[in-house]
């Protein structure tokens, strides 16, 4: 004969969110994973993790993460190191520079 004994565990799960950049709570946010992959213990402890609501509030959170960690050769933001935003965002600005030009 078996006796079965049930056991309950409590578990911490998330309610809500809060936008890093604006503030905004809601049920659900995508998140961004930060970083840099610098020697030592140091690069551990770099990584966060950001939430966030809208493409605007993803854009201020690179931002701002650009201008504190440039100058760290293997600072990431979402995957991908910050030296080639640095590029995808000039080459974005000529893009739209040459539509702006062209249009007129």
Do not use: P
Not at 31 to 59: A, K, P, R
Not at 63 to 71: G, R
Request: charged residues 30%; proline residues 0%; aromatic residues 14%.
């Amino acid at each position: 004969m078996r006796t079965y004994k049930f056991e309950t565990q409590e578990v911490e799960v998330v309610d809500k969110y809060t936008c890093d950049s604006c503030g905004k709570v809601d049920d659900y946010m995508e998140d961004v994973l930060v970083g840099h992959n610098e020697w030592g213990n140091d690069s551990i402890e770099s990584m966060q993790t950001f939430h966030f609501c809208s493409s605007e509030c993803y854009y201020d959170l690179l931002n701002d993460y650009m201008s504190e960690e440039l100058h760290r050769k293997t600072a990431y933001f979402d995957g991908t190191l910050l030296r080639r935003w640095e590029y995808i965002i000039d080459m974005t600005k000529d893009i739209t520079t040459y539509m702006i030009e062209k249009k007129n």
